[in-house]
């Protein structure tokens, strides 16, 4: 179920519309696509409203999930297929032409012979892409491509896919779980949460600046660490209480924050094993488990009743169980209201 | 537990028919000691799930032995073997409690009531499973149903081994981590011998102390994951484990002296005198986590264009090139390089590997 919604993509633009199973970046995508109808209001294409034109006479490409390839036509024949039976007549010269131009892009060249069974997920994954572009259709909407991919696969075309769309005219929305997707391939980002766009603009920016707990943890590869504060003005500062063991001095940049509760927000890489300069904040943990993720460890951390996830930049494996002493960076809190969610305010930093 | 041996281990299956080539494994010599945390991990059709079937006696090899704890089982039937197995699908009885799908496999060998009770109450304390006890598993969650599954396979105190399938498959993502958890836990605690095969090198790498990669029904590594990550084996491995993957860097021989194929760049002159005496065909490999950068020119570093920036929230990756030379570099997530920007990179000698035919070179 969608809300309210208000949107404006720029052209040229890539849109990673980003949120959990179920906040209705499927639906958004599907109703902007023209594949679904909203209840109400309206969409527009280059300022021509499109709500009641169906799918078929508008000029878009659509992704699937699920690699949708003609099974039995080779994948040459695929990905002329939307020329083909397209309303513009092509020359077969024309559209062989079209055709190596895009499974260059993809890689596909030397399998154009084949069926997509005689090829691999990825490979057939890339198809559908080539049948997407090859259209050179205005507004390209991709729905998790490459969810059904496994691990180095979903690596590799992210870099790739970046590439692919870059410098292109028109819009291209990608609907996706995966933070990591937003990051590496989008212009923009549309956060979305329960049915609403809770923010929206430039991807780095969102990721920078979250504007609600909800995007700042969910938007976070791994998730930003949040957990209860105290917070107490002092003399030209704050303090902060997290624990009997973990309260500290920073200063905010905000003056005059009301004495109370709020969420405390740290993202994983600022915490860390050891603290070298001697500024950051130690409190005692014990390790739930170590996660090797890519090249990183992902070490589930416990103090108290809080839990915590530290990311280390190399692979290096912890007993269950194990307890040593964490620090916190405090150059990198934010601090968000208990209630609401709404960001409130972050430590005075002088980098980034 | 007990110590589980493959030798000289032969199997051949008839292709099937998406399968273009027939099936083998050939001469595999694999050792899981007692009491390890271990994985098999390789793509799909790699054979890992038939060996984990040669292990628990469902598939007779074609040559070579299985052995635990030294004596050779090749003969002995499944039930025989005391090999518990955890699926992709959880294994319970629905209709019972968790106490009872639990005390069930004892109560079968016909174990005396108060004994059974112990030892039941003794499990499910440690698979955290003792506030549900009186649950009937068919309103458990899939992940504690696998527990319960695991459970089943370890309350028999002559269980020889664990031999899990892509037991995470059905576990929602939210519920992952505990599973992962608990598995770990139990096999720390209880010093299970456990082999856990998998597609999936987060699951292989997180779970085990040893890992053993196989491709084609071969061994290619078989390693802790930090001698997996630092000194892979083959590129292949370099670029399978780790994200993103090992750079590879193709070198030949100019009249006596190492150099980078098709590149002017120089290499330092630790790596090319660590690789003098090679003479098949050389790669180095570095991780994009060991490359040096600096926006600044400096001594015996080399010059590259970045081409490429990709964020990754912690860190960036930086896709540099010189020449038709290209490699990834990974810098801090505040960087500000961009696109088109000279960055001066180091290659430090001790994290180049250095590969002759395909193969780590070890000096």
């Known amino acids: ?29 599907r109703i902007l696509a023209g594949i679904e109808k909203p209840e109400s209001g309206q969409v527009f294409y280059d300022g021509v409203d499109v709500t009641s034109l169906p799918v078929q006479e508008r000029e878009i490409a659509f992704v699937y999930q699920q690699f949708v390839n003609y099974p039995s036509m080779s994948l040459f024949d695929n990905i002329a297929s939307p020329l083909v039976v397209g309303k513009e007549k092509h020359s077969k010269k024309e559209i062989r032409k079209k055709v190596m131009e895009v499974a260059e892009l993809l890689g596909l060249v030397e399998i154009l012979n084949h069926l997509p069974e005689e090829v691999s997920g990825g490979q057939r994954q890339r198809c559908a892409i080539a049948r997407a572009l090859i259209k050179q259709a205005r507004f390209i909407f991709l729905d998790e491509p490459l969810a059904n991919l496994d691990y180095k696969l979903r690596e590799e075309l992210r870099t790739e896919l970046k590439q692919i769309f870059k410098d292109r005219d028109g819009v291209v929305l990608y609907a996706t779980p995966e933070p990591i997707d937003a990051l590496t391939m989008a212009t923009h980002v549309a956060f979305l949460h329960e049915g609403n766009v809770l923010q929206y603009g430039p991807a780095l920016d969102v990721y920078r600046n979250p504007s609600h707990t909800a995007v700042a943890s969910y938007f976070c590869h791994p998730q930003m660490n949040l957990f209860p504060c105290r917070v107490e003005s002092r003399d030209g500062g704050y303090l902060l209480r997290a624990s009997q063991e973990l309260a500290f001095e920073v200063g905010l940049n905000r003056d005059a924050l009301p004495n109370d509760h709020y969420l405390l927000g740290i993202r994983p890489h600022h915490l860390f094993l050891s603290d070298p300069q001697n500024r950051m904040i ?27 996830s530290l990311l280390m930049q190399r692979v290096e494996q912890f007993p269950v169980g194990k307890e040593l002493t964490s620090y916190i960076d405090p150059n990198h809190l934010y601090v968000f209201n208990k209630e609401t969610g709404a960001f409130v305010t972050r430590t005075s930093n002088r980098s980034e | 537990m007990a110590r589980i041996e493959l030798k000289s281990l032969t199997h051949r299956y008839a292709s099937s028919r998406k399968e273009t080539s027939s099936f083998a494994i050939e001469n595999l010599d694999i050792s899981w000691e007692d009491g390890t945390a271990n994985a098999l991990l390789g793509p799909s059709g790699c054979g890992k799930t038939t060996l984990l079937n040669i292990i628990s006696g469902l598939i007779r090899p074609t040559g070579g032995s299985v052995l635990f704890d030294g004596v050779e089982v090749n003969e002995r039937p499944t039930r025989d073997r005391h090999i518990a197995q955890v699926f992709q ?79 995470l498959t059905v576990i929602d993502p939210v519920l992952k981590l505990d599973l992962r958890r608990k598995l770990k836990l139990v096999q720390q605690e209880l010093r299970l011998t456990m082999i856990y095969v998998t597609h999936d090198q987060h699951e292989a790498l997180t779970f085990a102390d040893h890992v053993t990669i196989i491709r084609d029904g071969a061994i290619v590594q078989s390693a802790t994951p930090e001698e997996l990550f630092l000194y892979p084996r083959t590129p292949f491995v370099g670029y399978f484990i780790g994200s993103p993957g090992m750079n590879t860097i193709r070198c030949e021989k100019v009249s006596d002296r190492l150099k980078i194929v098709d590149s002017e760049l120089e290499l330092p002159d630790e790596i090319a005198h660590k690789a003098s005496h090679l003479n098949g065909t050389i790669e180095l490999g570095i991780r994009p986590e060991f490359v040096e950068t600096s926006p600044d020119e400096k001594p015996n570093w080399n010059r590259f264009t970045v081409r490429m920036v990709d964020h990754a929230g912690a860190y960036q990756v930086l896709t540099l090139e010189s020449g038709s030379l290209r490699i990834k570099a990974r810098v801090e997530d505040h960087s500000s390089s961009r696109e088109g920007d000279s960055l001066w990179i180091n290659t430090p000698h001790d994290r180049t590997n250095v590969y002759e035919d395909g193969e780590l070179v070890t000096l």
């Open chain 1, 1 to 29: 179920m969608l809300r309210n919604l208000c949107l404006e993509l720029e052209a040229g633009s890539f849109v990673a519309l980003l949120g959990p199973t179920g906040s209705g970046k499927t639906t958004l995508l």
């Open chain 1, 282 to 308: 130690p409190f005692h943990s014990t390790v739930e488990l170590a996660e090797v993720v890519g090249s990183n460890t992902e070490l589930h951390l416990r103090h108290g009743e809080i839990r915590m």
């Open chain 2, 89 to 167: 699908f959880p294994v319970v009885y629905d209709t019972m409690t968790v106490f009872d799908n639990l005390a069930f496999p004892l109560r079968n060998q016909g174990i005396e009531g108060k004994t059974v009770n112990a030892r039941v109450r003794e499990i499910m304390e440690i698979l955290e499973l003792d506030t549900l006890a009186n649950t009937k598993t068919r309103h458990l969650n899939p992940a504690e149903k696998q527990i319960v599954s695991l459970g089943r396979g370890i309350v028999r105190k002559d269980t020889v081994a664990v031999l899990l399938d892509e037991p």
